[in-house]
Structures are given as structure tokens and as C-alpha cells.
């Protein structure tokens, strides 16, 4: 049985500062979670409307790459896609930074 948790809002600053200590680590790196049934609806409603801006791109790539790429899209809630798209627009910025 879980423990009931108080309301951050009506924490002292000693109560809040223990409960979020973990978040003070710059490494700190949560575990991804699952997304909902109706988190993942609501993600297929966005995809289908983005799908009309976009083209087919045809590439090359390690299969392990793919897999692996499509293991951490699907974990954190994204499509191949989107993953390839944020890696690109990242790697452009830190390029032209």
C-alpha cells in the first residue's frame, strides 16, 4: 500500500525540497512510461493531421539502428518518424549554433 502523499502546495520548503531531492541531480534520467490508451488515441489524432505536411523519404540504415531506433520511438510514446524528424532538427541546431 502506497503511502498518501501530501499536496505539494501545502508542503513546508524542508518537505519539498526532501520530495523533489532526486530531481536535483542534472543527471537524473527517469525511466519512460507507457502511455495511456487514450494518450495513444489522442497521439494517432495529431499524427494523422501532421501526416498531411509531410513526404516519403526513402533511406538506408543498419538494421540493428532501425530496431533500436524504433524500440526507443515506441517507449517513449513517438513514431520512427518523429524520432528521425527531432534528430534531425537537433542535430541542424547544434550545427548552426
Do not use: C
Not at 502511455?35 to 538494421?63: C, G, M, S, W, Y
Amino acid at each position: 500500500m502506497t503511502k498518501k502523499r501530501k499536496r505539494w502546495s501545502r508542503m513546508t520548503t524542508e518537505q519539498l525540497a526532501a520530495a523533489t531531492k532526486e530531481f536535483d541531480d542534472p543527471d537524473f534520467n527517469p525511466p519512460p512510461q507507457r502511455p495511456t490508451p487514450a494518450e495513444l488515441a489522442q497521439l494517432r489524432r495529431v499524427q494523422r493531421k501532421e501526416a498531411n505536411d509531410r513526404f516519403r523519404v526513402a533511406i538506408a540504415l543498419e538494421h540493428d539502428l532501425i530496431e533500436q531506433a524504433d524500440h526507443y520511438a515506441a517507449s517513449h510514446g513517438i513514431t520512427f518518424s518523429q524520432l528521425v524528424s527531432n534528430a534531425l532538427r537537433q542535430l541542424m541546431r547544434k550545427k548552426s549554433a
